[in-house]
């Protein structure tokens, strides 16, 4: 089995709410998992350049969506 993973560069215009600037951001595969209890399917999980930067707590890579998790 082949597998293939690319990053994706684009634009994101909610890296800062109050500043609708556009930033160039970049996704890309971090790792593959095996999901459990099933050995034929993976997940591939995802990231962004700017993740620690970002303000946008409704952006599923920012930071500041990690913090409102934990707290």
Same mark, same amino acid.
């Given at each position: 089995m082949d597998i293939y993973v690319q990053s994706t560069p684009m634009e994101c215009a909610e890296f800062r709410p109050k500043q609708k600037e556009p930033v160039t951001v970049v996704i890309s595969p971090l790792r593959i %998992? =095996?999901? %459990? =209890?099933? %050995?034929?399917?993976?997940? *591939? *999980?995802?990231?962004?350049?700017h993740w620690e930067a970002c303000q946008n707590p409704n952006c599923y890579f920012s930071s500041a969506a990690r913090k409102n998790k934990t707290s």
């Open positions: %998992e =095996g999901i %459990e =209890g099933d %050995e034929r399917k993976l997940k *591939v *999980v995802t990231g962004c350049n």
